[in-house]
Structure formats: structure tokens, C-alpha cells
């Protein structure tokens, strides 16, 4: 007699790179900017870590293979995505490992950093500056209210209109009936007595607040970044217009 034994599937997962990325100070990571995956040739099996400083020790990366670049540190170490001895890993590894990076991919993405900063400042402070793209001023002041674009033979031209709005407090008068208890009030338990209750009709005082607008601004963009601010006052922008420089192609 024959018995047929079940087959059992063994599935082994794959090591994978999810989670937070846990960011050290001052090092540019690429995911900030709208960069191409950079992927770099390994020379041979070199040691990771986990910190840029290279006390935690994170594994070997196997020789050959290509690895991605996740971010540099100020010091030069890279932070990389590949397989280690162990599995998977995302760690810091000496540039010396690798095939170099082209001679101004750094000095862009510093750059793009230093524009980064300036314009996540303004954004917190509600502010527009020449050169910034109309995502960037949508975070700033939010969606406009009205919008138009044309073509010009040099490029594509758009303005966003934004209307600044104040609340003005207003009194307004409402029904109102106020009533009146005259005689003895029984106490709770005591035989109920003759009660008088009288009331007048009239009319109460409130407060409701009104939208008016106060100001509007009217942004200008050419080809992608803002060319020109028209404000009259009272606007969410300042009388003086920043200037930031356009965003900054890193290229690879």
C-alpha cells in the first residue's frame, strides 16, 4: 500500500530595506532632491557601518556587485544600498571601495542643499522668492484661487492669484425671549404653590465675523520657476521680494 506524503514549501524572505531612514548630521541624502538612482561598481569586498563615524561595523559588502547610493557625508563616506556577507544592508562605506562619482556631483548637491534650506525657511514663513517652482509656492501659500497661463514664443508663462482674506467682526441682533418666575418656588417634596411666570419678547446682541478680502497677490512663473511677484498691500508677501537661485539640476 502506498501513502503520499504532503510536500511542504519552505519560502525564505528576502532581506529588505524598509523603515525610517536614520539621518546623520550634515550628510546630503539624495532622496531630498529629484536625482536618478546613482548606482556605483563595487572594487572590491569593503567593510560598512552603520554610522558615518565607522564605530558600529554593519558587515562586508560582497565583491563583485553594484550598489546604490542612498547619501554622502560631509567627511566623503557614502551610504550605500547592497549585499553584504550577511544580507542585505544600507550602510557607510569608504568612497575607495567604489568607482568615483563625477567631479561636480558633490559640489551640485551641496548647492541644491544650501537652495533646499532657503526655501524650507521661506515656506515656513508663508513667503514667495523669484526662482521658486510653483510646487514650492503651493506649499507656501497654498492653492490659488484663480489661475491662468498662456504660450510665449521664449516659453510657457502661468499666474497664480491669491486673495488674502481678514476677519472683521460684525453685531448682529437676534430673537430673544427672557422670562420671569414671580411667587414662592416649592422646595423639592413640598406641595406646589401658585407660581407667576411673565416673559418678554425682544431682541439680544452678537457677534459674528465676516470674511473681507484685504489684499491680493499675483505670481508670476516663466518656464517653471516664479519670474515676477505683483502685490497690493496688506498681501501675504513682504514688500521686498527674496530671490532664490532655480532649482539645481544634479545631474549623473
Same mark, same amino acid.
Given at each position: 500500500m502506498r501513502f503520499l506524503l504532503p510536500t511542504l514549501t519552505l519560502s525564505l524572505a528576502l532581506p529588505t530595506f524598509g523603515g525610517p531612514i536614520v539621518r546623520e548630521t550634515g550628510a546630503l541624502y539624495l532622496s531630498d532632491f529629484d536625482v536618478p538612482p546613482v548606482k556605483l561598481a563595487l572594487k572590491e569586498a569593503a567593510p560598512c557601518y552603520f554610522d558615518i563615524t565607522g564605530n558600529r561595523y554593519a558587515g562586508t559588502l560582497r565583491f563583485p556587485q553594484v550598489v546604490r547610493l542612498d547619501?554622502?557625508?560631509?567627511?566623503?563616506?557614502?551610504?550605500?544600498?547592497?549585499?553584504?556577507?550577511?544580507?542585505?544592508?544600507?550602510?557607510?562605506?569608504?568612497?575607495?571601495?567604489?568607482?568615483?562619482?563625477?567631479?561636480?556631483?558633490?559640489?551640485?548637491?551641496?548647492?541644491?542643499?544650501?537652495?533646499?534650506?532657503?526655501?524650507?525657511?521661506?515656506?515656513?514663513?508663508?513667503?514667495?522668492?523669484?526662482?521658486?517652482?510653483?510646487?514650492?509656492? #503651493?506649499?507656501?501659500?497654498?492653492?490659488?484661487q484663480k489661475r491662468s497661463s498662456r504660450t510665449e514664443r521664449d516659453g510657457s508663462a502661468q499666474v497664480f492669484e491669491y486673495i488674502k482674506y481678514?476677519?472683521?467682526?460684525? #453685531?448682529?441682533? @437676534?430673537?430673544?425671549?427672557?422670562?420671569?418666575? @414671580?411667587?414662592?418656588?416649592?422646595?423639592?417634596?413640598?406641595?406646589?404653590? @401658585?407660581?407667576?411666570?411673565?416673559?418678554?419678547?425682544?431682541?439680544s446682541p452678537g457677534t459674528i465675523f465676516v470674511k473681507v478680502p484685504v489684499g491680493t497677490v499675483k505670481v508670476s512663473f516663466k518656464n517653471g520657476v516664479v519670474e515676477s511677484l505683483e502685490q497690493s498691500e496688506g498681501t501675504l508677501v513682504g514688500g521686498n521680494a527674496s530671490i532664490v537661485v532655480p532649482p539645481i539640476n544634479v545631474t549623473w
Open positions: 547619501a554622502v557625508s560631509p567627511g566623503g563616506r557614502l551610504r550605500v544600498r547592497g549585499n553584504a556577507r550577511q544580507g542585505g544592508v544600507a550602510a557607510w562605506v569608504d568612497p575607495a571601495f567604489l568607482d568615483p562619482l563625477p567631479p561636480d556631483f558633490i559640489p551640485s548637491l551641496q548647492r541644491a542643499e544650501e537652495r533646499r534650506k532657503q526655501v524650507e525657511e521661506l515656506i515656513a514663513n508663508n513667503e514667495v522668492a523669484i526662482g521658486m517652482t510653483p510646487d514650492e509656492v #503651493t506649499r507656501s501659500l497654498g492653492k490659488p481678514k476677519l472683521v467682526p460684525q #453685531t448682529v441682533f @437676534t430673537p430673544s425671549y427672557a422670562q420671569t418666575i @414671580t411667587g414662592y418656588v416649592p422646595r423639592p417634596g413640598e406641595r406646589l404653590q @401658585t407660581v407667576v411666570m411673565s416673559g418678554q419678547a425682544g431682541y
